[in-house]
């Protein structure tokens, strides 16, 4: 693997994991309080539901991470001329 790749690949990850770490819980509480609102359970009833509504929540987030991600990192890369210099 050549340099470049590798400093893309880790660089994306990088971005990729932190965007999802952040993205899901928000999107994870804002599911359990449309739960909440429309069904009427109690705060113990949304720990037991948390399991079933966070796939739900990454088929979202998966690939809004994604996309926030490669745009971050190829936008830096342009930003900062690295693709010109290759």
């Known amino acids: 693997m050549s340099t470049i790749t590798r400093y893309v690949l880790f660089d994306f990850i990088r971005v990729f994991v932190v965007t999802l770490f952040i993205l899901t819980p928000i999107l994870l509480f804002s599911l359990l309080g449309f739960e909440l609102r429309h069904q009427g359970i109690g705060p113990s009833s949304m720990l037991k539901i948390m399991p079933y509504i966070l ?32």
Request: hydrophobic share 50%; net charge neutral.
């Open 55 to 86: 796939p739900s929540a990454m088929y979202i987030c998966i690939p809004a991470a994604t996309l926030f991600a490669s745009v971050t990192v190829f936008g830096r890369l342009s930003r900062e001329n690295e693709l010109t210099a290759i």
